[in-house]
């Protein structure tokens, strides 16, 4: 009858001897991992801080605010959101310095909560208070190790161990002091920390040719130099408004839309609607019970259009929202105004994946793949996308709204240049992720074996970094 239950004996005497005064049952019956030779959090913290937790705004007035949505994998992104809040004297105590680490605090999902990226530069960014920063004692453990171990299976497993679980889960400094954390020697230390500076170089080339066929794309349509106008009213007849659009709100009718519909419609190449430009596969797609799935959601979705991962399960544990089949050369838009920018390119790793019915998903065989990815994520389609959101407990873009959209043609030799320059950052990016997940596993396996079996692993997937590694 308690088939399936975790439960454990606990003596209350046991508890109350401790530091460690818990009495919630979630704290005995979690995961754990055998660790003998290991620091406590608080003995390699050099230095702690929260972030603010001032109103932020997104027109870029007053100071950069980092957030969770900015973090890029194991490295931090550019801020979206700004305050004019904070004082100057703040800022400059808040600032990003190189090698700092910063954890999530706290978070409706608790998987979020305790995933942690590394500063690889001095960045003039503060940060949010949901968010705290940890410079480690370097002669203890250097900042790379301290985010692989975080970020690893049993980095999960402390963390999860020592959250506060309510409403939220919450993972304070606090908690982050009684965590364990495997004392790793110097050698396996320095390999982490190179590995962790050579990923970030990859992902910064791979952002650099990303930029390049944006660039590309923007010179073709005419955007590089392009200003649309700030004029915040327009004054239309009945006629050019509500008679021609069905639209009565007065966001839709702003001026700066209309130049950028202009540009489209003054494209050498032309221009359709999307409906004729593009397909767009929105079939339900039934996940069978007992079978399991990549399912891809809006936090799988990278800055440069790639999909950073997935959860993989039964059919049957999926939520309701996962019913869009996707295949290699598919590309997915959100139709949720607020992460309308979340685009991603689908690769032959999830070609056959399931994503949620918040995305759109399109392809076409008069612009491939790669160009659309880049179109739709440049300002200009961005704009259209917002333009065209309606709703008010939740703002989209519907279905025919997204089918009616203007969409150019591109010329094919631009468009073939600008697929060399993403498949080159999609590879690049590829390999900056490989050093991270190799980071993460020696760590993992110097916990479960020892640090010559870590050191044999690396060995043995050095052919796989596609650039020759020296530590």
């Known amino acids: 009858m308690l088939e399936g239950l975790e439960i454990r004996e606990v003596d209350l005497k046991g508890i109350t001897k401790t530091d460690l005064l818990r009495l919630e049952s979630e704290f005995y019956t979690s995961k754990s991992f055998s660790l003998e030779n290991y ?17 932020l705004n997104e027109n870029r007035d007053g100071y950069p605010i ?7 994998s194991y490295f931090i992104g550019t801020p ?4 004019n809040k904070i004082s100057i004297d703040t800022y400059k105590d808040l600032k990003l310095k190189k090698d700092d680490v910063l954890i999530c605090r706290t978070n409706g999902n608790p998987k979020y909560v305790g995933k942690s990226a590394i500063v690889k530069e001095d960045y003039e960014f503060a940060y949010a208070s949901y968010l705290f920063k940890i410079r480690p004692k370097r002669e203890l453990i250097n900042s790379s190790t301290l985010v692989a171990f975080l970020n690893g299976i049993y980095g999960r497993l402390e963390i999860e161990k020592f959250s506060m679980q309510s409403n939220q889960s919450n993972f304070s400094p606090a ?8 004392k790793l020697s110097d050698k396996l230390n320095k390999i982490i920390e190179n590995f962790f500076n050579n990923s970030y170089i990859q992902k910064n080339n791979s952002q650099q040719k990303y930029t390049q066929a944006e660039n590309l794309l923007l010179e073709t349509l005419g955007l590089q130099n392009f200003t649309p106008s700030l004029e915040a009213v327009n004054l239309k007849s009945l006629k050019e408004s509500f008679l021609s659009s069905g639209r009565l709100d007065a966001e839709y009718y702003q001026p700066k839309y209309e130049d950028y519909i202009n540009l489209i419609k003054n494209n050498n190449w032309g221009f359709d609607r ?9 079939k339900n797609f039934n996940p069978k019970d007992d079978v399991n799935y990549k399912y891809i959601e809006l936090s799988n979705i990278g800055k440069s259009g790639e999909i950073t991962g997935n959860t993989f399960d039964l059919g049957k544990e999926l939520p309701s929202r996962a019913r869009r089949l996707v295949n290699t050369g598919d590309v997915i838009i959100s139709s949720i105004e607020g992460s309308l920018e979340s685009c991603a390119l689908v690769t032959e790793q999830y070609n056959q994946a399931i994503c949620s019915t918040g995305f759109y998903v399109i392809n076409s065989e008069k612009i491939n793949s790669e ?6 994520k440049s300002a200009l389609m961005q704009n259209i996308l917002k333009q065209n959101c309606s709703g008010t407990i939740l703002t989209a873009i519907n279905k025919n709204e997204f089918s009616n959209i203007p969409v150019p043609y591109i010329e094919n030799n631009i468009q073939q240049q600008i697929a060399e320059l993403i498949q080159e950052s999609f590879a690049l990016k590829a390999a900056s992720e490989k050093l991270l997940e190799t980071s993460k596993r020696a760590v993992e396996i110097a916990i479960e074996e020892n640090e010559a079996a870590a050191l044999e692993f690396i060995n043995e997937n050095s052919y796989n970094y596609g650039f020759k590694i020296t530590y």
């Open 175 to 182: 908690k982050f002091r009684e965590i364990r954390i495997p």
């Open 274 to 282: 999307l409906e004729n430009v593009c397909n767009l596969k929105d």
């Open 371 to 376: 160009t659309l990815l880049v179109l739709f």
């Open 39 to 55: 620091f406590l959090g608080k003995d390699i913290i050099d230095f702690v801080q929260y972030g603010t937790s001032e109103e």
């Open 80 to 83: 979206s959101k700004y305050s």
């Open 66 to 72: 980092l957030r969770l949505n900015e973090f890029d």
